[in-house]
């Protein structure tokens, strides 16, 4: 059974890195900060190399190891989601677009946009949905990250996603900012509940806050532990399926646009992530939050306390206006 813990204080963990670890996180911090700032240049993989000390295949290791992808593929991840959202909010033909991003012609342009987002700028355009776009990765460094978040790269996308419905129970907590929190009490037994009364474990979970009364607005949150109904209805067994869906109540999730943060770790360390990403990530981001449904994503073979374990916090958002 997968168990689910919160902590109930927020106090910064100590950083465990070696001398090895804490030098190569600072020269990929290095080498991700002079990305970050020249992305208007070709940036080639051997000019990045010789300023990380690094030979390219090095780098390239390293890099892949730390981040999860190669250095080229990060750049070009990142200019691609630049160039959608040049799409979204403003009137500059695809071509400018593509020369402004770097591609030497709006083929090519085509080209690696359709392999990233499975669609073509024009239609990405037409759907008007920021979907698929990597954000640049957070560096959280050990004079600034007061939530526990020493020496480490943090992941963030957006991604929109149509209405969808859940089954689940229900709970009202107090959340993060209340003045008295009860959540680390409340969910861990709501879960408890849910897992105890069904076999869910093919299927992915969702943990869903609801924020759009006033009442959210005071700390007074509703908490649902949930299961996606598509995954129910595939279930093996259609007296499963229907048990539960007899059993559990039905929650319709809007759709909506959401910063997507990956939380590693414990889900104990949960909070902190959470606290560094409303109060450091999202006011330099050039999004804001909205009132809606937040979203909790843990895949079916997700293990609560495991320390690699990997889970998805979808925050509602909508693109700042100047």
């Not at 927020?10 to 290095?30: E, V, Y």
């Not at 403003?90 to 990233?116: C, Y």
């Not at 861990?188 to 869903?208: E, I, N, S, Y």
């Not at 607005?217 to 649902?224: D, E, I, M, S, T």
């Amino acid at each position: 059974m997968q168990r689910f813990h919160f902590r109930t204080d927020f106090l910064p963990l100590k950083a465990t890195s070696s001398p090895a670890k804490a030098s190569s996180f600072s020269r990929i911090s290095q080498v991700l900060e002079y990305i970050h700032a020249h992305l208007d240049l070709p940036l080639a993989v051997d000019d990045i190399a010789a300023r990380s000390c690094w030979s390219r295949w090095q780098l390239q290791r390293v890099f892949q190891n730390e981040i999860g992808v190669s250095v080229g593929q990060y750049i070009r991840e990142l200019k691609l989601s630049g160039a959608a959202e040049q799409l979204l909010d403003s009137n500059a033909r695809s071509i400018d677009i593509a020369f402004e991003f770097g591609f030497g012609s709006e083929i090519s342009f085509s080209r690696a946009f359709r392999h990233m987002f499975g669609i073509s700028p024009r239609a990405y355009r037409k759907a008007g949905q920021r979907t698929g776009l990597r954000k640049p990765i957070a560096i959280s460094h050990a004079d600034d990250a007061c939530f526990a978040l020493n020496d480490l790269f943090v992941e963030v996308r957006v991604e929109s996603l149509e209405s969808f419905t859940l089954y689940g129970i229900s709970s009202p907590i107090q959340g993060l900012f209340a003045k008295q929190p009860d959540f680390a009490l409340k969910v861990p037994k709501l879960w408890q509940q849910m897992l105890t009364q069904f076999a869910l474990q093919r299927v992915d979970k969702f943990g869903v806050i609801d924020v759009t009364d006033d009442e959210s607005r005071q700390g007074n949150l509703v908490y649902w532990a949930a299961v996606n109904s598509e995954q129910v209805e595939a279930l093996e067994g259609k007296a499963l399926a229907e048990q539960i869906r007899a059993s559990l109540s039905t929650l319709q999730v809007p759709t909506q646009t959401y910063a997507v943060v990956k939380h590693r770790g414990p889900v104990s360390g949960l909070p902190q992530t959470l606290l560094w990403f409303l109060l450091n990530w999202l006011p330099q981001s050039g999004y804001r939050g909205i009132d809606g449904f937040e979203l909790e994503r843990y895949r079916s073979d997700y293990q609560g306390d495991a320390q690699d374990s990997v889970m998805e916090y979808w925050l509602p958002i909508e693109k700042v206006r100047f």
